[in-house]
Structure formats: C-alpha cells, structure tokens
C-alpha cells in the first residue's frame, strides 16, 4: 500500500557510467517531481511534470532525462554520470500544480558516484 | 532574490519541552508557505501549509505562524518527543506564470534527548 515508490534505495556506480531511477505513485494524482538533495541537505526541485508532461525543468544538465510514460509513472535517466551527482534523489507527487496540494515523497535513492 | 533562511541551524532539547523554529523568507509574490519534517533517511512529510491570509495552522503538537508582512513564519513543537528527532523544512512556493516554483530553506536539525 506504498504511496509513493521508488528503485533502487541505493546505487553505487561508476563515474561515466548511465543509470536510471523509477518513481511510482499509486495515488490517482495528476503531478509528479524529482528533487535532489545534496550533502548538507539542501532539497532542491529537477523536474515537475503534470499528466506526462514538463512543466518544470530548473536549469538541470541535459545529462538528466526525466521520462513519463503515465501519469502515475516519473523515471529519471542519467547519462555520463559525474561525481557531483552524487547524493539523495526523491521522487514526489500531489494531486495537481503545487499551490494549496500537499506533496508525498517518495524513500528516497542514494545515488553514489564513484 | 527569492530565498528562504532558517534558524536555528541545529537545535537540542530535552523531552518534554517545547521549541520554536523560525523561517525568515524574501519570496514575493508566495502563494502558500509549508513545514516539512524529514527523519534521517526517509523523504519530507508534510507538517502544515499554509496561505498567505492564514496567520496559524496546527497539526498535533506543531503550530505554524505566518506573518506576511513581516516575511516570517515559525514552527512551535508543544511537549516533544524523542520521535520529533528531524530535519524541519522551510518551503515557499512563489507563482509563476506557468507553474509554480519551490523554494526551500536549508533546514532546522531537531534532536530530542532524554
């Protein structure tokens, strides 16, 4: 009965390596987000999008691709990964944009690159 | 600039007692402002949100204030626990003419003992 999912909890990879990361939520909402949360626990928004599509995309690096492919869906794709995305990845979802709807994250992944 | 400051940066207190987090913010226009909690290695739940025409808002033993024409709003945690142990999250969402975008603060780090 998990709201909002995610895989891997953990992934430990390689610099230049390309990994991917699966968000999930099972609760009939519209929005879903991606955010990053750096070493000193800065939580900071990647993407947002709202029935499959973007509607956020703050100043990310072409490397990240975010993919819908339903609305209850949001996958991330990394390419050439650097050491410097290296930390947490939360997933989160509301029922539409963000004012006055509260967001359900997801566990988190702990993306390390080595 | 939009941003988001918290204070104290860390907090200790015995169980029992209560506190007060502050969130200063230089966002405007803001449509609503959030209080997030977030255990060491889980995602943010939502505490309260609220508008800017909201003063209070309670959920438990929080209560969040909001004075808008000041830019301040504070977290009060009546009779803590050991489980109120966390990071609380400032959050201010500021419209935009196509979404909304999500500022966070940098976190108040909670940590009750017995």
């Known amino acids: 009965d998990t709201a909002v999912s995610q895989t891997p909890k953990y992934l430990v990879t390689q610099m230049g390596n390309d990994k991917s990361i699966k968000c999930e939520q099972n609760?009939?909402?519209?929005?879903m987000y991606w955010y990053k949360q750096d070493s000193k626990k800065f939580l900071k928004i990647m993407f947002s999008?709202?029935?499959?599509?973007?509607?956020i995309n703050e100043t990310v690096p072409n490397r990240f691709s975010p993919k819908s492919p339903d609305k209850a869906h949001l996958n991330l794709h990394i390419n050439s990964l650097e050491l410097g995305d290296s930390a947490v990845y939360f997933c989160?979802?509301?029922?539409?944009?963000?004012?006055?709807?509260?967001?359900?994250f997801g566990p988190g992944t702990r993306l390390t690159v080595t | 600039k939009n941003q988001v400051e918290q204070s104290p940066q860390s907090l200790i207190i015995l169980e029992g007692k209560n506190c007060t987090l502050q969130?200063?913010?230089?966002?405007?226009?803001?449509?609503?402002l959030r209080w997030y909690k977030q255990d060491t290695g889980r995602g943010p739940v939502s505490l309260t949100i609220?508008?800017?025409?909201?003063n209070t808002k309670s959920n438990g033993r929080y209560t969040a204030t909001l004075d808008a024409d000041t830019k301040q709003s504070s977290l009060h945690i009546t009779a803590s626990q050991l489980s109120d142990s966390a990071s609380y999250i400032c959050?201010?969402?500021?419209?935009?003419?196509?979404?909304?975008?999500?500022?966070f603060g940098p976190g108040t780090s909670l940590s009750v003992i017995p």
């Open positions: 999008y709202n029935n499959k599509e973007l509607i």
């Open positions: 969130c200063n913010y230089t966002v405007s226009p803001f449509s609503n």
């Open positions: 989160a979802s509301s029922p539409s944009g963000l004012a006055g709807y509260e967001q359900y």
């Open positions: 609760l009939g909402h519209d929005t």
């Open positions: 609220m508008t800017f025409s909201e």
């Open positions: 959050v201010v969402i500021h419209p935009k003419t196509s979404y909304d975008k999500v500022i």
